[in-house]
């Protein structure tokens, strides 16, 4: 069964209060994040007209209880239409009875992450799968070698120059999925475009972060990403909630613009650390 909201996080969302009311030119957002035992504040009724497409997590497909095993899956081809993730690991698009579309991820042996640092990151994502905008571990095991299933939704990446209203709802959906991350001791560390998953609606999509904890191993086996946070580059790779907070920024600035808010034509750690922003 999936894990409840502490009892701390659920006290402090009801005394909250119900949720205003769009004033002063200032948006309303509905997305923050709460646990699916827990309601919105606020109903679709209620929602300002400019976000009346902003969904629920009643539009998510239920996660299987039962275990699931490698067996499962249903291989859908080779790693084409599949969100990229770091050298060390390949995805596969696949099929699972009662749920649908997945990605299966594995540790291919290309890099240097082994099976136990694998398993334990992903652990961690597991930790806080019960946050609505955080994609679930459908399921995860360590033969025929280390791998995990998530969702197989496309991902943020590419979509740039979406509108300013849908864009901040995402952001503020995924500040609340990173909050409760961090309050559980749970950091990323790779917030991008690429591990937000998009699941499709009628309205605006839904959106989920991936890869929690797993990402940032692999891209730290990899060598150092263009979207790495400065504390990640100047004091040798340390990882906080600062780095989360760097990177989501980084990510809707992206969504806005189609662009990174600094030169990258040169080398990374040079790029983040040493040119100016772009105006």
């Known amino acids: 069964n999936r894990p409840s909201k502490s009892n701390a996080e659920l006290r402090r969302l009801e005394a909250r209060g119900p949720a205003p009311d769009v004033s002063n030119g200032r948006y309303f957002f509905r997305g923050e994040g709460l646990s699916r035992r827990h309601p919105y504040p606020t109903p679709m009724s209620e929602l300002p007209r400019d976000l009346a497409s902003a969904p629920g997590p009643g539009v998510l497909p239920e996660v299987p209880d039962a275990t699931v095993a490698y067996t499962d899956f249903r291989r859908a081809g080779s790693g084409e239409g599949v969100a990229p993730w770091a050298r060390g690991a390949s995805a596969t698009a696949a099929g699972l009875d009662g749920y649908g579309r997945v990605e299966l991820v594995e540790l291919d042996g290309r890099g240097t992450a082994n099976g136990r640092s694998f398993l334990a990151a992903v ?68 917030v991008t475009p690429g591990r937000v998953r998009l699941h499709p609606t009628p309205g605006w999509p839904f959106p989920r972060l991936d890869g929690v904890g797993l990402t940032r191993l692999l891209e730290e086996e990899a060598g150092t990403s263009i979207r790495a946070a400065p504390e990640r580059l100047a004091l040798r790779g340390e990882v906080g909630p600062a780095t989360d907070v760097y990177g989501l920024a980084l990510t809707i600035y992206e969504a806005l613009t189609g662009d990174l808010p600094y030169v990258t034509d040169a080398d990374p750690r040079e790029a983040v650390l040493g040119s100016a922003p772009v105006p």
């Open 123 to 190: 652990e961690s994502w597991e930790q806080v799968t019960d946050h609505d905008h955080v994609a679930p571990v459908v399921g995860s095991g360590k033969r025929p070698r280390p791998w995990v299933a998530t969702v197989g939704d496309p991902t943020l990446a590419g979509r740039a120059n979406t509108e300013l209203a849908r864009t901040l709802w995402v952001g503020v959906c995924l500040a609340g999925a990173l909050a409760y991350a961090h309050d559980e001791g749970v950091v990323h560390g790779a």
